[in-house]
């Protein structure tokens, strides 16, 4: 069978090399058929406003102020960068990007531990499950949750954890598809309810305050706050990851580009539900194309699309996302308020109870609710996605085990993902454990952003390698996100025993 020129460069770490054909036409996408053919940047989107939009956003804004929002422009901008550039690899080969990893040397085994212990650390831990339960237990209850109240949170944490496995099982046909549409249903109903509350009981004040947050402005102290004095390092860090999706969110975009059909993906199949859907034969090795002029003409027509899908959707979405939220909190909340206890979820519902009524009060519980169950969803789907194309694509065993069925595979992992998140979910609060994986997520972005970077001006061939100036943005990212881990290991520019995480892991664990 025939190969690609880069034949053996793709397959020196043990990989099968790649196989051959032409670029698929892509979809007609002009006018509002674009919005029948963009879909990743939605998942994405949806499940960032569920985490650093929700609750650490918020939360850091409270306590520190909004010119922290200078966080959130820098961050989203190079994570939507960095998405581009994973979707750029799956448009070429029909893989993941982290199979394109695995590609790399030492070897495979050693990128597929690497990756896959990283997606647990950070998106084991059931934070928004837990999370959704203090908004349920308020809407049930009409009261804040309290250390009393413990065991009936978890109980209702445990039900939505459930509920987010059964929704995967039971998903359609296509669980990429799935996603997209009950993304697109929060994106709209979610911002749209946002920016009507914003309007009717946010200042004109506290709208000039966030939009020049977003350049590090402080409008109270008039100058320029870009690290606040006493800072929460563990909480800054962690919403400095989840300004936008974070880590192994940001990962996975290329695999429901690959399940969407982007690019080379038409080719290589897709991963089904477990019912409702069918077997799919799902390629374990990449089908790639010669750069013609009629492919390359179609790789522009694909790429216009990537764009659309990730500028338009998930970098507007992200940095709206972030700013009404950041509104509503802090124009509810005393300023230096700490949430961080069982209620984070209800903690806007209970304040805006003094504004508009219980119907307010209501409406806000519901979509904390609804938007911290959505993004369990999104992560759960994300991480088992992800481990069950590395096993795919690097284990001849798992394929022989499953008999060539990747549902089988994607499954498996997913019971083994919930078994843990029952356990989990009894260590501590939940927003403790959403800081612990968001700040893994950080530390994610510091070694994914180089090597999708090696990955792409390595194996793809010339004509589709990114310019520098992309080249030169995927190491800032690496850079702003290692300042961050810093920051957080160590608790500040200056090591301080008394802030850092290294030095106090039981603190910050919270036990």
Known sequence: MATSPQANEESRSGLEPWRKADLPEPPPSHGLRIFGVIGPGAILLGGSIGSGEWLLGPAAFVKHGLALLWVTTVAVVLQTIFNTELIRYTLYTGEPAVTGFMRTRPHPTFWAWWYSALAFLQVGWPAWAGSAAGAIFFLWSGRLATLE??????AIGVAAFLACALVLVFGGRRIERTLEVLNWILIVFILGTLLVLCVLYASREKWAATAAGFFGFDTGSRRFLFLPEGADWFLIGAFAAYSGMG???????SNYARDKGYGMGK???????AVGGHRV??????TVFEPSSPNLLRWRRWWRIVRVDQWGVFFAGAILGMALPAMLYTSTLTPGTEIRGLAIAAELAHGMSRHGGPWLTLLLAFLSAW???????DLMEGMTRSVTDILWSGSPR???WSKG?????????????VSFGLIALRLTHPIILLQLGANMAGVIFVFAAPHILYVNTRLLPKELRPPLWRRLALLAMALFYGFFVYLWLLGGLVPDPA?????NISKHLGF
């Open 247 to 253: 880590g192994i969110g940001n990962l996975s975009v």
């Open 267 to 273: 080719v290589v199949g897709f991963i089904p539900a």
């Open 398 to 400: 798992c394929r022989a």
């Open 405 to 417: 069925d990747v549902r089988r595979i994607y499954y498996s992992v997913l019971a083994a993902l």
């Open 149 to 154: 109240d413990a065991d009936l949170v978890y």
């Open 281 to 286: 034969n799902l390629a374990h090795s990449g």
């Open 499 to 503: 802030k850092g995480f290294l030095f």
């Open 371 to 377: 938007v911290l169950f959505k993004t369990q969803l």
